[in-house]
């Protein structure tokens, strides 16, 4: 038989005898109760709070009679009579939503032995336990409420701040976009071949200055992306690198570039085909190791589909650039998300557009700043092919704008 809890009585009490007035000082959830029936009761209450009708005993016991939890009404008229602590509300509100959190978090860990004497994948049940655990210290009871005009002082004092964000490798997309922001997702959409890997290459250099980087390729070896970076890095041409016959002054130039990258480098690679899941986890293992800055992933519609899920190409790359967005948050980084753009328009030789993003909709959604690349890829116009025109087509922090950068594709870099 369940036990009265004198606790949750006292609060449904304050409920019965205020007829509901108190609930609009309250954040806590139904489900927050250990007693089912007081869960029921507090239900019935919010319903008929929320839909302004009157609330008594009488009527609350008329309410509950639909109730998939039977309700003695001896129930709500025992917590009538219960002492009112209404100047306590919030500290018996914390009492019960600490006694929840404290059993979800031991159903979690009866859980997690569980599955450890399964024969489930060990990574899959580490994850499944870190977000339940996750959502069982995050609690069920609401947040305080606060209206704009308890904010206002904090927020005047705010616009004196000035954020200096880590900057990108062009002083000219710093001044359309003001550096990379914490938390903010930034797309860079190209046709194939235009260079927007290496423009992600060139993002993760300068991430790397202030922590670790997860670089996610998705379509390049490590030995190939190792190659991109001692171009970009010594300005020895990658063809030079590729052709196997090196010059002793080149080897020596890439031997102190070694050593710099051993004493200096963060960038972490990742280069395998993978889920977001999976991603997930390497960014979570490589933040253990040393904090990130940022991550890179290179790039969106590569990105593998769970085993077994069936869904259609345009929900599944919405729900990878929404996890892009979350991991962006989470991790307090921005993220650099690079996008391919239609292949059919390739057919246009113009800059390409916004909507021309494949599965376009939620990566716009998700996106803090999209960019787009263009350069001329084909023709006998030598300039043109070494012009890069970045062109910024959303910015949710300011102004919109476009610029050109001289592409060295020979050094694996485009610069101002």
Do not use: C
């Not at 051993?262 to 972490?268: F, K, M, S, V």
């Not at 996008?339 to 246009?348: A, F, L």
């Not at 113009?350 to 690349?373: C, F, H, T, W, Y």
């Amino acid at each position: 038989m369940e036990q009265p809890n004198s606790v949750e009585r006292s609060i449904i009490g304050m409920i019965v005898t205020t007829r509901g007035a108190i609930l609009s000082q309250m954040t806590l959830d139904p489900s927050d109760y250990y007693s089912k029936t007081y869960e029921a009761i507090h239900r019935a209450a919010l319903t008929m709070y929320n839909e302004r009708r009157g609330i008594s005993q009488l009527t609350l016991e008329d309410e509950l009679k639909s109730s998939e939890v039977r309700v003695d009404p001896i129930d709500i008229r025992e917590a009538a009579q219960a002492l009112p602590d209404y100047d306590n509300i919030e500290v018996l509100e914390n009492i019960v939503s600490e006694s929840a959190t404290r059993r979800r978090l031991k159903a979690v860990f009866q859980g997690a032995e569980q599955a450890i004497g399964s024969p489930v994948d060990i990574g899959d049940t580490v994850e499944e336990t870190q977000l339940r655990m996750q959502d069982a210290v995050a609690g069920s009871k609401g947040p305080k409420v606060s209206f704009l005009s308890d904010d206002v002082d904090e927020i005047i004092a705010a616009l004196d701040e000035v954020h200096d964000y880590p900057k990108t490798p062009w002083p000219d997309l710093d001044k359309i976009i003001g550096g990379l922001r914490p938390g903010n997702v930034y797309v860079i959409g190209a046709r194939p071949g235009v260079g927007k890997s290496v423009l992600g290459m060139q993002f993760a250099q300068a991430m790397e200055k202030n922590g670790a980087v997860p670089f996610i390729s998705l379509e390049m070896g490590k030995t190939e992306i190792g190659k991109r970076l001692i171009a970009n890095e010594t300005e020895i041409s990658l063809s030079r690198i590729d052709s196997g016959n090196l010059h002793d002054k080149e080897r020596a130039i890439i031997a102190k570039w070694r050593a710099n990258r051993i004493e200096n480098g963060r960038l972490a690679i990742l280069n395998e085909s993978l889920t977001m899941s999976q991603i997930k986890k390497f960014v979570h293992s490589v933040n253990r190791r040393q904090k990130i800055s940022g991550i890179v992933i290179d790039y969106l519609q590569l990105i593998n589909a769970p085993s077994g899920d069936r869904r259609p190409r345009h929900e599944l790359i919405a729900e990878t650039s929404r996890q892009a967005k979350m991991l962006s948050v989470d991790y307090g980084v921005p993220v650099i998300l690079l996008s391919q753009v239609n292949r059919n328009s390739t057919q246009d030789d113009n800059p390409p557009k916004m909507s021309e993003l494949r599965e376009s909709g939620a990566i716009e959604q998700d996106a803090s700043v999209v960019i787009l690349l263009h350069r001329a890829i084909s023709g006998s116009d030598e300039e043109a092919k070494t012009t890069l025109q970045v062109g910024v087509a959303k910015n949710r922090h300011g102004t919109t704008g476009s610029f050109d950068l001289q592409f060295k594709g020979y050094y694996q870099k485009a610069v101002q």
